[in-house]
């Protein structure tokens, strides 16, 4: 039997506070970078890094890599869902420029998108095509996944067997919080279950 762990940690705070973001590429903040430096303790180690390209999840990753000499691969697959006209607003800048729409996609993501956005289905997709290849590629090792809040809900989506709209609706995920998924590889299939959520 071959097992895997995967540690997902969402990115900290960017720079510019609470805002939808999607494909825009803002840093991390100071607070940000405090956030991801105090979630990683001082002893952890990992076989291989995986990080969203963006600037808010491969900075911080490529300095852990350098820091404790682990390799590291920016996974083009883990970007965030794209917000479409939403990007750079706030939620309360959104709750004034379209009303009830928000909270229906909040509700129900798959049939009230953004205007302009990546289709949940679509992204829902793209996360596990990248989660199968990546757990194919790394299997057997301790990974560690810097990437996003809709990545981790997705990501969950495929292991939990739940619905997009229930994966987006359903979990929390905070800035720098890590959660763990078990893969293992065994005569009989693959099982694969969430050992720690949102921690």
């Known amino acids: 039997m071959t097992t895997t762990f995967f540690d997902l940690i969402r990115h900290g705070e960017p720079a510019g506070g609470h805002k939808y973001r999607g494909h825009r590429d803002d840093p991390l903040s100071e607070v940000g970078w405090q956030q991801m430096?105090?979630?990683?303790?001082?002893?952890?180690?990992?076989?291989?890094?995986?990080?969203?390209?963006?600037?808010?999840?491969?900075?911080?990753?490529?300095?852990?890599?350098?820091?404790?000499?682990?390799?590291?691969?920016?996974?083009?697959?883990?970007?965030?869902?794209?917000?479409?006209?939403?990007?750079?607003?706030?939620?309360?800048?959104?709750?004034?420029?379209?009303?009830?729409?928000q909270a229906d996609f909040w509700r129900d993501a798959e049939n009230?998108?953004?205007?302009?956005?990546?289709?949940?289905?679509?992204?829902?997709?793209?996360?596990?095509?990248?989660?199968?290849?990546?757990?194919?590629?790394?299997?057997g090792k301790q990974v560690l996944l810097v990437c996003h809040g809709g990545v981790i809900r997705m990501v969950l989506a495929h292991v939990l067997g739940l619905t997009p709209s229930n994966a987006m609706a359903g979990f929390q995920v905070p800035f720098a919080c890590r959660s763990q998924v078990r893969i293992d590889d065994t005569p009989h299939g693959t099982l694969s279950c969430l050992v720690r959520l949102g921690d």
């Open 37 to 101: 430096r105090d979630a990683i303790g001082q002893h952890e180690q990992w076989d291989h890094i995986l990080t969203s390209p963006l600037l808010r999840c491969r900075e911080f990753a490529c300095e852990l890599s350098e820091q404790r000499n682990i390799p590291v691969t920016v996974a083009e697959g883990f970007k965030e869902i794209s917000f479409g006209d939403w990007e750079g607003k706030t939620r309360e800048q959104v709750a004034r420029e379209y009303g009830d729409h």
């Open 112 to 139: 009230f998108p953004p205007p302009n956005a990546e289709a949940i289905q679509d992204f829902h997709h793209r996360i596990g095509t990248a989660w199968q290849h990546w757990s194919d590629a790394l299997a």
